[in-house]
């Protein structure tokens, strides 16, 4: 372009522009900003820990078991002079150095030269040898937890209650907001299909706080196992609702493929991938929030984008992981973009997903052989309805009834609006 043209070009936008007065006044109201929640923690701490005064307390924690000032319980309790006899360590370890499936075994935290136990994997008895060994009279539980039924820090949590009722020990739970929210959605795990990822009759996203679940296991579940807890004590997250997602709580990630809240939302759903043969995004920067195989191209995200699924919209995507499944391999697939993340249905969608793969990449497609599907889903309907051609409503439909029955359970328990 001459410079006569970019001159000519430039009078002509300035001709187009409305007149001053009319442009838009710039907005200096102050940014709204998310309602302040005080966990559980918080409110204990504000107060010098003086509940655990005279106790003998174990913590069973790991990372996300901060302060607003992102200062670890463990570290503040040392540091107010009340000290816990011993932590406990759930699946990634107590400091959260460990990848899926791992921990980190047993040792003297070197900062505070706290005795560190490695719960993870542990059965009740062996849990209670711990905490007896440690002299625990009282547990305190607090982690941060995803909303998902097969995320193992609650069945940690169900573990470490039982073994507090074997040993006659106090249990108080440092409650934390439901990143996901409050509301309950998906299948209910069948007890026949019972593993480390699903214990108990709990639907896929369970919409409770932990210290919900605490109340609900101690009332519901622990009897059936011949234990309860007689000293159980929630300790609640002021000013939270069961609808906010944006507390303003430090995000501190839950594990290692847990890095953002956004993988949050959608995990309840695409976690499912991990019985499938594809990627699930381990080994991206986004875990959970991408998914593929290699084979697949442009067309599965054009075919859920035409689904007009709530709250999210898919984008093509090319991703080669560097660990885990295809690692080194190029894969093709979909990322998952959150629109609206109080409309979106993450086992719904996860659903959708699986059916418009099958059907538009039938060679691709396949359970993993183990049929690991079936412990992430809670039993066998969802691989058996999907093998048949099930559309998605047939089989969001087929756990209506027992979701519906989860609701009226949960209800006595749920402690926040």
């Known amino acids: 372009m001459s410079a006569v043209d970019r001159r000519g070009f430039l009078a002509a936008g300035a001709l187009a522009l409305p007149p001053l007065g009319a442009l838009a006044q710039p907005d200096h109201r102050p940014p709204t900003r998310p309602r302040r929640v005080e966990t559980g923690a918080e409110r204990l701490a504000e107060r010098g820990w003086e509940r655990f005064a005279g106790r003998r307390v174990g913590?069973?924690?790991?990372?996300?078991?901060?302060?607003?000032?992102?200062?670890?319980?463990?570290?503040?309790?040392?540091?107010?002079?009340?000290?816990?006899?011993?932590?406990?360590?759930?699946?990634?370890?107590?400091?959260?150095?460990?990848?899926?499936?791992?921990?980190?075994?047993?040792?003297?935290?070197?900062?505070?030269?706290?005795?560190?136990?490695?719960?993870?994997?542990?059965n009740a008895a062996k849990l209670a040898g711990m905490f007896t060994k440690a002299g625990v009279d009282t547990v305190a539980f607090d982690i941060a937890d995803v909303g998902a039924r097969f995320y193992t820090y609650i069945w940690t949590m169900y573990t470490a209650m039982h073994a507090a009722a074997l040993t006659g020990a106090e249990f108080v739970v440092l409650d934390r907001p439901n990143p996901v929210g409050g509301t309950a959605r998906g299948p209910q795990l069948d007890?026949?299909?019972?593993?480390?990822?699903?214990?108990?009759?709990?639907?896929?996203?369970?919409?409770?706080?932990?210290?919900?679940?605490?109340?609900?296991?101690?009332?519901?579940?622990?009897?059936?196992?011949?234990?309860?807890?007689?000293?159980?004590?929630?300790?609640?997250?002021?000013?939270?609702?069961?609808?906010?997602?944006?507390?303003?709580?430090?995000?501190?990630?839950?594990?290692?493929?847990?890095?953002?809240?956004?993988?949050?939302?959608?995990?309840?759903?695409?976690?499912?991938?991990?019985?499938?043969?594809?990627?699930?995004?381990?080994?991206?920067?986004?875990?959970?929030?991408?998914?593929?195989?290699?084979?697949l191209d442009w067309r599965w995200a054009e075919d859920l984008n035409a689904l007009g699924l709530p709250g999210v919209r898919f984008r093509e995507t090319y991703f080669t992981p560097t660990f885990n499944k295809f690692a080194d391999q190029l894969c093709g697939g979909v990322a998952l973009h959150l629109t609206d993340a109080h409309r979106f249905d993450a086992p719904r969608t996860a659903v959708a997903m699986i059916v418009t793969a099958r059907a538009r990449y039938p060679r691709v497609f396949a359970w993993r052989p183990d049929n690991w599907i079936d412990k992430l889903s809670g039993s066998d309907r969802l691989r058996r309805m999907v093998d048949a051609g099930a559309g998605t409503d047939d089989v969001v439909g087929a756990w209506q009834d027992e979701l519906a029955a989860f609701e009226r359970t949960r209800r006595p328990y749920l402690r926040y609006r």
Not at 265 to 273: A, N, S
Request: proline residues 9%; contains cysteine; glycine residues 14%.
């Open 191 to 295: 007890p026949a299909h019972a593993t480390g990822v699903g214990r108990k009759p709990v639907v896929q996203q369970h919409g409770m706080t932990v210290g919900e679940l605490a109340l609900l296991f101690n009332g519901e579940f622990l009897p059936d196992d011949g234990a309860r807890v007689e000293h159980l004590e929630v300790v609640e997250a002021a000013g939270w609702r069961r609808d906010d997602l944006d507390t303003g709580v430090p995000w501190v990630a839950p594990s290692p493929n847990m890095p953002t809240r956004d993988t949050a939302l959608v995990y309840p759903g695409t976690c499912l991938f991990e019985g499938l043969v594809f990627s699930e995004g381990r080994g991206t920067t986004r875990p959970f929030e991408t998914v593929g195989a290699p084979g």
């Open 59 to 122: 913590v069973v924690t790991n990372p996300t078991g901060v302060l607003r000032d992102h200062t670890h319980v463990v570290d503040s309790m040392v540091a107010a002079g009340r000290p816990p006899v011993a932590a406990f360590g759930p699946e990634h370890g107590f400091r959260g150095t460990a990848q899926a499936g791992g921990s980190e075994g047993d040792y003297q935290d070197p900062r505070t030269g706290i005795p560190v136990y490695d719960a993870y994997g542990a």
